[in-house]
């Protein structure tokens, strides 16, 4: 396949499998725009190259997912993410405070955040002389500290519910993690876990499932991208056995499920996608702006397929990922759309063309518009 960009953004082309084992072509743009508040989003004069696998802060499994790749077939949706922190109303330091963000009727997404706060070890009388068995019928437990005041709190996974069970007494091999976040804090087991000393608790939650016992088990909260092997996104990919490695590899599973694709958390996936043109609310993410609102850049993508017989279609790109970075130093907004058409020739022209939502694309006839 040969693609012509006539747009300034990046992007790419590639064929790949469907379900039932036909080729699909693929198109995937990624563009990145500057924030203004209460203005539309401004394509940035720095674009991004065309993203070919997933970015991380540093080893993937011990570390977040920046941003995905763009060599992704296809999401019934669009993911909606934030990278940065939340920060204390008026500047002034907090304790804890909710922030959130928001796309008209579409998206709404609240959590509370704390300052650093601690599972403190609970005795029932204070003899530190005591080991073995006789500590362990003193404990009782963990209580949780009141949290420090601060001005910011980084929305990372690491602050939210989650991360490793302690190991058990001759357990060998890696622990055992939260299949929703395997970076976080918080899960604590009566024998296993230190009884030294203070432990991290959980600095982020949902608004209406506080974190207040240790024995509580907790949805983890985050606005960040969620790992392909991460059970939001695990659970999508159908049965991968014996059989399917037999009589259909390379083709995806029967029962696979597109929802692998979606890189953010399940609850800020919005179904159908987004039009383009929305207001983004962003409530105490941005440290000057506690109320941020911007608007979607209205553009349109479209891809004209050409085949090696000459006649030509339009397929229509799909605004299927919006990417909120506010982390120290940015202020920008990566946006991702894709389409796919029946592709089982390689021989294939295909241009590229933005124009503004409700125009008609460069080079349409007044019956396509």
């Not at 796309?103 to 709404?108: N, P, S, T, V, Y």
């Not at 982390?327 to 991702?336: E, N």
């Amino acid at each position: 396949m040969q693609l012509t960009n006539t747009t300034s953004f990046a992007a790419g082309c590639f064929r790949q499998f469907n379900l039932v084992g036909a080729l699909n072509g693929v198109v995937a743009v990624r563009g990145a725009f500057d924030i203004a508040p209460d203005q539309p989003l401004r394509p940035a004069a720095a674009q991004p190259q065309f993203q070919w696998s997933d970015l991380y802060e540093g080893p993937p499994r011990e570390s977040h997912l920046l941003s995905q790749a763009d060599f992704v077939p296809y999401k019934p949706g669009t993911d909606v993410t934030f990278l940065g922190a939340a920060y204390a109303p008026d500047g002034v330091a907090a304790t804890s405070w909710v922030c959130g963000l928001r796309i008209g009727e579409r998206l709404k997404k609240l959590v509370r955040v704390h300052g650093p706060r601690w599972w403190r070890p609970k005795w029932r009388s204070a003899r530190p002389s005591l080991v073995g068995a006789e500590a362990e019928a003193q404990f009782e437990g963990w209580e949780l500290t009141q949290a420090e005041p601060v001005v910011a709190t980084p929305l990372t996974w690491t602050l939210a519910f989650g991360g490793e069970w302690p190991l058990r007494s001759g357990q060998t091999g890696p622990a055992e993690r939260h299949a929703e976040n395997e970076l976080g804090v918080g899960m604590l087991d009566l024998h296993h876990s230190p009884k030294d000393r203070a432990l991290p608790a959980p600095r982020i939650e949902a608004v209406d499932d506080p974190v207040v016992d240790w024995r509580g088990m907790h949805q983890p909260q985050g606005f960040a991208p969620v790992p392909p092997w991460w059970s939001p996104r695990q659970r999508h990919v159908g049965t991968v056995d014996d059989r399917w490695i037999a009589e259909r590899h390379p083709i995806l599973p029967e029962d696979f499920d597109f929802h692998f694709w979606q890189c953010a958390p399940p609850d800020q996936v919005v179904e159908p996608w987004l039009r383009g043109d929305e207001v983004i609310e962003l409530a105490h993410l941005h440290p000057r702006h506690a109320m941020l609102r911007m608007r979607l850049p209205a553009l349109a993508l479209t891809a004209e397929v050409r085949g090696a017989d000459g006649a030509a279609r339009r397929a229509p790109l799909v605004l299927d990922g919006v990417h909120i970075d506010l982390r120290a130093g940015r202020s920008a907004v990566d946006l991702t759309w894709r389409t796919a058409f029946a592709c089982e020739d390689a021989d294939v022209a295909i241009t590229l063309e933005a124009h503004r939502i409700g125009a008609s694309p460069p080079g349409a006839s007044a019956n396509e518009a």
